[in-house]
């Protein structure tokens, strides 16, 4: 059975790799990635300005993806300069959690809202959204 000794090799040294890689990254990455969720909130604006129900509805569902990536890119060793993460963030993950999934729901409640009746019940929607960034923003980034 050559193949999956080789197969358990090859995930080894992924596993290797990615523990090796440098915490600087990661915290790029999170960074990439709020700014993504920023670019989908704006195109759900130019979505609603415009009148296009299918884009919102196709942001959304980006953002609710773009949640579920969250939490791993804030492992416990990744609390120092150039982030501005609360390291509190360590100690009250449960609660940062729970602000991973207000987005995650917010970003899905609205996807089913345009799916299921356009853009007419939208506004409530992006207003509990955009206050899933702030709330957990307020309390888990440290200010300059
Ligand atoms: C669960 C908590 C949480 C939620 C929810 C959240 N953010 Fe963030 N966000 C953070 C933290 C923590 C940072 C600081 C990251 C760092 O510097 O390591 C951050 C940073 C950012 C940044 C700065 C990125 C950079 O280039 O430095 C932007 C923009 C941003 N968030 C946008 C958003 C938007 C838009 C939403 C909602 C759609 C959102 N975030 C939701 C925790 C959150």
């Given at each position: 059975m050559k193949g999956p000794r080789w197969l358990i090799g090859l995930l080894l040294l992924c596993g290797f790799l990615t523990a090796a890689r440098g915490t600087a990254d990661v915290i790029e990455e999170r960074r990439a990635l709020m700014r993504a969720l920023a670019d989908n909130i704006q195109g759900i604006w130019n979505g609603l300005a415009r009148g296009e129900g299918p884009a919102v509805e196709s942001k959304a569902k980006q953002m609710a993806a773009q949640a579920g990536r969250v939490?791993?890119?804030?492992?416990?060793?990744?609390?120092?300069?150039?982030?501005?993460?609360?390291?509190a963030i360590r100690e009250e993950f449960r609660t940062f959690e729970g602000f991973v999934d207000d987005l995650k729901q917010a970003a899905e409640a609205l996807a089913a809202s345009v799916h299921q009746?356009?853009?007419?019940?939208?506004q409530p929607h992006l207003t509990r959204l955009m206050r899933s960034c702030r709330q957990c923003h307020r309390r888990y980034i440290q200010p300059y």
């Open positions: 939490l791993p890119l804030f492992p416990p060793n990744s609390f120092h300069p150039p982030s501005r993460a609360q390291p009746q356009g853009l007419a019940e939208v």
